[in-house]
């Protein structure tokens, strides 16, 4: 798989991570936007896939979701984060 296509995978898996982490508790694109302080846009774009973000606004999500890093971070090349 060349880097390109990791990321890409990644990506992918980071927003679903995030869409389910806030279906979870029922809360819609433009409150966890208003948490994390991000453009409703931005965070569709994060969700589908096609932007990989800053470690800093992983953090700000996860804070806005109430939930661990380790919830919305993906599994990679089998190593699962604990």
Known sequence: ???????????????????AARAKI??????????????????SKIESGSYNITLAKAYALAAALQCPLTEILPEVNGVKIK
């Open 1 to 19: 798989m060349s880097d390109e296509s990791f990321e890409n995978n990644l990506a992918i898996q980071f927003g679903r991570n995030i869409r």
């Open 26 to 43: 029922s809360m819609k694109q433009e409150e966890l936007c208003g948490k994390a302080n991000l453009d409703r846009s931005y965070l």
